[in-house]
C-alpha cells in the first residue's frame, strides 16, 4: 500500500514537471545549424538564446502570472491560425506556430527541411528581402536585417538601395573624369 | 672624448635620417618625383591606407554622437545606431569595412615596401614608425572589437588578455608578475566589467588616434623629405612628378575604391559574416556560444596559439616583432630578390592561414580526435 502511494506522488510529481517542461524542439536547431554549416542557437525562435528552460529573462522560471496566463493559452494552439503570444517565444517562434500550429511543428520535427516551405515566400520579419524560411535554411535571424547570407544581402540591397548606388557610381565617374582631365591639362602644362 | 664622439655619430645619425635643411617647397612638392616601374603600383598602398584612416576618422566621429560607453547601454545603443538612426547602418558598415581594409592595404603596403627595400638607409625611422603605425592600428582594431559589448566582443577580449597573463609563466623570478600587472591595468578590474569598456574606449577614441595621427605625421613628413624609394635593382630612369601627376592619380584610385567600400557598406552588413549567436549582447550568465574568434587579421597568430605550445608562439611573435624593427639593419645586404621572396613566402602565409585557418585546424583536430 505504502509502495503504490509513494509511487502515485512520483507520478504525480513527474506529471507536474512534464506539465511545466517548455516542449522545446532543438532538432529545428540541429537541423538549421548543420544545413548552414553555422552557429544557430535557441535564439531563433526564442526569447532567450539559451532556450526556455531557466531563471534568466525571457525563460520559464521568470514568467509572471500573466505570462503563465499566456504561455497556457499558446499551448493549445494546436491547429494554425491561432495568435499565442507565448512568452518565452520571439516574434519568429510565434509565427511559426500561427502558421502551422503545434501539431505540424511537432510532426516535422522529423523532417525540419520542410520548415521553409511550408513558411511559404511571403513571410520576411525584418523586412531584409530575405524570406524567414530561407533564413532558417541559412542559419541567419530571421529578425535581424543585418543577418543574412552576405551575398543574398547585397543582391537584395543592390535592388532596395539602387538610387544611392546609382548616385556614388555618377560622382565616381564623374570624378574619374574630371582627374582625367585635370591629368591632361597638367602634363600639357609642364 | 669617447662622449662626444657618441653625441657627434647620433647627431649625424639623425640629421642625415631627417634632413632639416631639405625643408622646401620646392624640395618638398616642385622637384618631388615618383619612380615609374613595374612595381609602381605599390606606391598607390600608402595612399589607400590614409583613405582608409580618414573614413575610419569621420565615421567614428559619428558613431561617437550616438554610442553609449556603459555595460548596460552599448550594445542597445549600436543596436540603436543600426536599426533607428537615419543612415546609421551605412555609417557603421562604413567604419567597420574601413578598418578591415584599411589593415589589409597597411599589411600590402608593409610587404610591398619590405619586399622592394624601401626601408633602406636612410629611411630606417620611417619603417620604424611604420611598424609602430601597424601595431597602433591593431591596438584600434583589438579595443574597438570590445566595444559594441556583443558576445564574440567581450568573449575575445578575454581570451585577448587572458594570453597576456600566460606570458607571465615563462619569465624568471618578480619579472613574472609583470603580465599579470599589465593585464590588470588594461582590464582595470578583476574580470572585463565596465572598467574595460572605459578603458577600451579611451583608448579608441582618444589615446590610439592621437598617437596615430602624430606618428603618421612623422611617417608622412619622412616620406616628403627622402622622396619616393627606387624600390627596383635596375631603375627604368622615368618618373613623374609628385605634383600635380602623382596626386591626381592617387585621387582617382581613391575615388574608385571609395565608390567600392561605399557600395559594400551599403549593401552587405559588416556583421552578416558573423553567426547571430556571437551578435548578441553579452550575457555574464549564459553560455558563450561556440565560434567565438578575433578579428580576421589576427588569424594569423591565432589559429597557430590554438594548435600549437604558448611559449612557442610567444616567442615567435616576439622574434618577428624584432625583426620588423630591426629590418633595416638585418636585411642590410640582403638583395631585392631574396626580400621578394621571404614577402612571398610571409604573404602565402598570412593569407594561406587567414583563409584557411580554420579547414587547417579542423582538419587537424579531426586527425587528432
Known amino acids: ?190 | 672624448m669617447v662622449k662626444s664622439n657618441f653625441f657627434k655619430q647620433c647627431l649625424e645619425f639623425v640629421s642625415e635620417r631627417i634632413p632639416v635643411e631639405k625643408i622646401s617647397y620646392e624640395a618638398m612638392v616642385q622637384k618631388k618625383s615618383v619612380p615609374h616601374h613595374k612595381m609602381s603600383w605599390a606606391y598607390y598602398l600608402g595612399g589607400l591606407t590614409l583613405l582608409f584612416l580618414s573614413i575610419q576618422f569621420i565615421t567614428g566621429i559619428l558613431l561617437l554622437f550616438y554610442y553609449q560607453a556603459t555595460v548596460s547601454d552599448a550594445h542597445s545603443s549600436v543596436e540603436h545606431i543600426t536599426q533607428y538612426v537615419g543612415g546609421g547602418d551605412l555609417i557603421r558598415n562604413l567604419h567597420a569595412w574601413s578598418s578591415s581594409l584599411m589593415i589589409l592595404c597597411l599589411i600590402l603596403h608593409m610587404m610591398t615596401t619590405f619586399a622592394m627595400k624601401a626601408f633602406q638607409r636612410p629611411r630606417e625611422l620611417t619603417w620604424i614608425t611604420g611598424v609602430v603605425l601597424l601595431l597602433l592600428t591593431f591596438a584600434l582594431g583589438f579595443s574597438g572589437y570590445l566595444l559594441p559589448w556583443h558576445q564574440i566582443g567581450v568573449n575575445a577580449t578575454k581570451v585577448g588578455l587572458q594570453s597576456i597573463e600566460l606570458i607571465g609563466a615563462y619569465l624568471p623570478g618578480e619579472l613574472a608578475l609583470l603580465p599579470t600587472k599589465i593585464k590588470e591595468i588594461i582590464q582595470g578590474d578583476s574580470m572585463v566589467e565596465q572598467a574595460t569598456l572605459s578603458r577600451f574606449f579611451a583608448l579608441h577614441v582618444v589615446v590610439c588616434p592621437i598617437l596615430l595621427l602624430g606618428i603618421l605625421g612623422f611617417h608622412l613628413f619622412s616620406i616628403q623629405l627622402h622622396g619616393m624609394s627606387e624600390g627596383v635593382d635596375h631603375p627604368t630612369g622615368k618618373s613623374e612628378k609628385f605634383f600635380p601627376t602623382f596626386i591626381l592619380k592617387d585621387l582617382r584610385v581613391w575615388s574608385v575604391v571609395f565608390c567600392a567600400a561605399f557600395i559594400t557598406a551599403l549593401c552587405i552588413p559588416f556583421d552578416s559574416f558573423s553567426p547571430f549567436p556571437l551578435l548578441a549582447p553579452y550575457d555574464a550568465l549564459g553560455s558563450t556560444p561556440p565560434g567565438i574568434k578575433p578579428e580576421w587579421y589576427f588569424f594569423f597568430i591565432y589559429y597557430p596559439l590554438e594548435l600549437l605550445p604558448f611559449w612557442l608562439i610567444a616567442l615567435l611573435q616576439n622574434l618577428l616583432l624584432a625583426i620588423l624593427f630591426l629590418a633595416p639593419w638585418i636585411f642590410k645586404n640582403t638583395s631585392r630578390k631574396a626580400l621578394f621572396l621571404i614577402t612571398l613566402v610571409a604573404a602565402i602565409y598570412f593569407f594561406g592561414i587567414t583563409i584557411f585557418g580554420q579547414d587547417l585546424y579542423n582538419l587537424i583536430m579531426g586527425v587528432h580526435s
Open chain 1, 1 to 190: 500500500m505504502k509502495k503504490a502511494s509513494c509511487a502515485f506522488i512520483l507520478f504525480l510529481l513527474l506529471a507536474m514537471t512534464s506539465s511545466n517542461n517548455a516542449n522545446a524542439f532543438p532538432e529545428y536547431q540541429a537541423w538549421s545549424q548543420k544545413h548552414s554549416k553555422r552557429t544557430v542557437n535557441c535564439a531563433m525562435c526564442h526569447a532567450h538564446g539559451d532556450g526556455p528552460e531557466g531563471s534568466k529573462p525571457g525563460q520559464m522560471d521568470t514568467l509572471d502570472a500573466d505570462a503563465q496566463k499566456r504561455l497556457e493559452v499558446a499551448r493549445g494552439a494546436e491547429k494554425p491560425g491561432v495568435h499565442a503570444d507565448n512568452p518565452i517565444l520571439n516574434e519568429f517562434g510565434n509565427y511559426i506556430v500561427f502558421k502551422l500550429g503545434l501539431e505540424q511543428v511537432y510532426k516535422m520535427r522529423d523532417d525540419p527541411s520542410q520548415l521553409k516551405q511550408a513558411l511559404g515566400e511571403e513571410s520576411d520579419h525584418d523586412g531584409d528581402g530575405i524570406s524567414d524560411g530561407e533564413e532558417f535554411e541559412d542559419g541567419t535571424h530571421p529578425l535581424n536585417n543585418q543577418s543574412g547570407a552576405p551575398w543574398k544581402l547585397f543582391i537584395q540591397n543592390l535592388q532596395k538601395k539602387w538610387v544611392m548606388v546609382a548616385i556614388i557610381l555618377f560622382i565616381a565617374i564623374t570624378s574619374l573624369f574630371g582627374f582625367k582631365h585635370l591629368l591632361r591639362y597638367s602634363s600639357k602644362v609642364d
